[in-house]
């Protein structure tokens, strides 16, 4: 199933399914701000699509997942994912597996509702890990690449994906949303313990220089590649050893 195919669905989805909205507003507001919003849907889920080998049997991480869509997209394509997710979310993954079994195997797509360390995922297991708007959330962030970077197998893949921290008038809403407090506690009545969550505003590969020198962990992970796509901006492919290269300045003792 191609994107296109995908959308067609997922749209009569929406219409069908008011739950999922507001987190998806692709059938409100005018024809034009519907053509935007598919376009920047279409383009985030192409660029996943294009950076997953298909035609391996691999294991795929989906942290933070959401509503799943993503891993339903793949499993209408016949890949397997283990998700993982919090809050609300987690209670429309059911209605949503009654819809996609009609033009696929959504028992593809497993999830959890669990925070990412109470997980017991296995070392080396997982050829590629989904990061989707969820990496400037996780805290503690230093446990997290280390978690990724004994889970990712050896020549494994991260696609990370992150808002452009360039585009101001998106910076300076979230700003008025979160303000500067950068991680929150909070009580998950689910899982009857308190959590921290990460609220800054945008982790973007311009502020990349501190925060791998800040994150050692990053730069020794076994990753081939780093996907960047940064949203409202041109798609990007960033290769550790590039970025050692563009910045010479970062500590030897950590380039890979």
């Not at 987690?90 to 999830?111: H, Q």
């Not at 959890?112 to 997982?126: A, H, M, R, V």
């Not at 041109?234 to 030897?252: D, V």
């Amino acid at each position: 199933m191609n994107t296109e195919r995908f959308f067609e669905l997922f749209f009569k989805e929406l219409q069908d399914n008011k739950n999922l909205y507001p987190y998806y507003k692709l059938t409100e507001g005018s024809l034009k701000q519907q053509a935007f919003r598919k376009e920047y849907f279409l383009q985030r889920l192409s660029f996943i699509d294009k950076n997953i080998d298909k035609t391996k049997d691999n294991k795929i991480f989906d942290c933070g997942c959401g509503y799943g869509t993503t891993a339903i997209f793949l499993a209408m394509q016949g890949v397997s994912t283990y998700g993982v997710t919090l809050e609300f979310y987690y209670k429309e993954l059911e209605n949503r597996r009654k819809y996609w079994k009609e033009y696929g195997d959504t028992s593809l797509f497993e999830c959890k509702y669990d925070d990412l360390f109470g997980l017991q995922l296995l070392e080396n297991s997982y050829d590629y890990i989904i990061l989707q708007d969820t990496l400037h959330h996780l805290e503690p962030l230093k446990n997290s690449l280390e978690l990724f970077y004994r889970i990712l197998k050896p020549k494994g893949k991260i696609i990370l994906v992150e808002e452009n921290g360039n585009c101001l008038p998106q910076v300076f809403k979230l700003y008025l949303q979160r303000g500067n407090k950068r991680v929150i506690d909070y009580y998950d009545e689910v899982l009857g313990k308190s959590l921290q969550m990460g609220m800054k505003i945008y982790v973007h590969k311009r502020l990349g220089k501190n925060f791998l020198k800040n994150q050692a962990l990053l730069l020794r992970m076994r990753i081939q590649n780093i996907y960047d796509y940064s949203l409202r901006s041109s798609t990007t492919l960033q290769t550790l050893p590039n970025l050692f290269k563009e910045n010479p300045e970062l500590p030897k003792a950590t380039q890979c």
